[in-house]
């Protein structure tokens, strides 16, 4: 299967219509670098364990607001639970959650593709 960014990235911004659940995306995923980046450089690894945590309200936005399942677990079943899979689903989550950051502060306005809402 030929990986598509700009297909996926317009299904991601398709799934995070609501500007609530934008936000706590934003601050899941500055949560889950601040950990990283202490543990590594107070070397505090145990930090780590904390970072699936700092997702609770990206996934909360999900089921409260958006009323849709999380974009990850589609993307999963396309790709694999492999380690190649795994490590694509971490880059784009990152490089979609940051780009939609700089639209929150208001630095870049991100395309819309002007389609329907599916709900899951």
């Known amino acids: 299967m030929k990986f598509d960014f700009r297909n996926l990235f317009d299904e991601y911004l398709e799934m995070h219509v609501n500007q609530v659940n934008r936000w706590l995306h934003v601050i899941s995923m500055a949560g889950a670098w601040i950990l990283f980046l202490v543990g590594l450089f107070a070397w505090h690894p145990i930090l780590w364990l904390w970072i699936p945590v700092t997702y609770i309200p990206a996934m909360c936005g999900h089921f409260l ?3 849709n399942q999380p974009t990850f677990s589609r993307f999963i079943q396309q790709n694999g639970w492999d380690v190649k899979g795994l490590l694509l689903m971490a880059v784009v989550e990152e490089a979609c ?11 870049i306005k991100l395309p819309r593709k002007p389609k329907t809402r599916r709900v899951y």
């Open 97 to 107: 959650v940051f780009l939609m950051a700089l639209e929150q502060f208001g630095l």
């Open 65 to 67: 607001f958006e009323r």
